[in-house]
């Protein structure tokens, strides 16, 4: 009886590295599986990165020649025309402050009914409003920190 157990034994346990082997080669193909997969979205991460920097630099070049095209205008106008040119940008956030406080203004005193205020001043305005204000205090002072 013990003879046959000891063969039984011995012939179940010669599997036993063959079944081991299986389990370890199914771990490693997942281990490598998992590795593939993050290595791909690493290489997606650095695609993705790469592209923004494209669209940055096509924006720099962009912006510079932009610069230089009215660099090369300007150089050939006269005095009144640089002159205007350079108050437009500042006339316009002006007109837009004096706008918002004549109607918070009027208002204030009655002068006008909230449905006209609303009118004039609506999401659309108070976006352009908005953009204006931070382009003049937001990236003034982004541009000082980031020089300083």
Known sequence: MLSLLGSLLGFGTSF????MD??????DKKHEL???????KIQQQIGEQK????NVEADIRGQES?????SKIVSKAAQWVINLSATVRPMVAYLLFIEFFVLTWLLAF????LEFYQGIWNE????????VVSFYFGSRSFNRKSHS
């Open 51 to 54: 592209l923004q920097m494209v």
């Open 22 to 27: 299986f389990f370890q080669d199914k771990q």
């Open 34 to 40: 998992a590795l593939m997969v993050e290595q791909a």
């Open 16 to 19: 036993l590295p063959k079944v």
């Open 110 to 113: 009655s002068k006008i009914s």
């Open 66 to 70: 932009l610069l230089k095209h009215d």
């Open 124 to 131: 659309p305005m108070q976006a352009v409003f908005a953009t």
